[in-house]
C-alpha cells in the first residue's frame, strides 16, 4: 500500500523561506515523475511543481523563480524548496505522482504565510 507523509510546513513571514518533504513508502519511487500540488481554502487543488524521473523540472507560473523542487531516490523523497514566500502561497501542500496520481493522498502540509 502506496503511503505519502508530508512535513515542514509551518507559519512564516512574507519573504521568509519553507523546505517541505514528502517521504514515499510502498512503491517503486523511482519510476515516477513526482510532483507537488496545494489547495488553498475554497480553491481546487493545483499544480505547483513536477520533477521527471531524470530531474528535469517545470514549475506553476506563480511560483517560477522562487519554488525548487528535487528528488532523492535513494530515500524515496521529493523535496520543494520554498523562498521569497507570498501571502498568496498559503495551502496545504500535498505531493503525489504526477501521472496518474495514487488514489490515496497523504495529509498534506500546512503552510502559512503571513503579511
Known amino acids: 500500500q502506496v503511503q505519502l507523509v508530508e512535513s515542514g510546513g509551518g507559519l512564516v513571514q512574507a519573504g521568509g523561506s519553507l523546505r517541505l518533504s514528502c517521504a514515499a513508502s510502498?512503491?517503486?519511487?523511482?519510476?515516477?515523475?513526482m510532483a507537488w500540488y496545494r489547495q488553498a481554502p475554497g480553491n481546487e487543488r493545483e499544480l505547483v511543481a513536477r520533477i521527471s524521473t531524470a530531474g528535469s523540472t517545470d514549475y506553476a507560473s506563480s511560483v517560477k523563480g522562487r519554488f525548487t523542487i528535487s528528488r532523492d531516490n535513494a530515500k524515496n523523497t521529493v523535496y520543494l524548496q520554498m523562498n521569497s514566500l507570498k501571502p498568496e502561497d498559503t495551502a496545504v501542500y500535498y505531493c503525489?505522482?504526477?501521472?496518474?496520481?495514487?488514489?490515496?493522498w497523504g495529509q498534506g502540509t500546512q503552510v502559512t504565510v503571513s503579511s
Open positions: 503525489n505522482r504526477f501521472y496518474n496520481p495514487f488514489r490515496s
Open positions: 510502498g512503491t517503486t519511487f523511482s519510476n515516477y515523475a
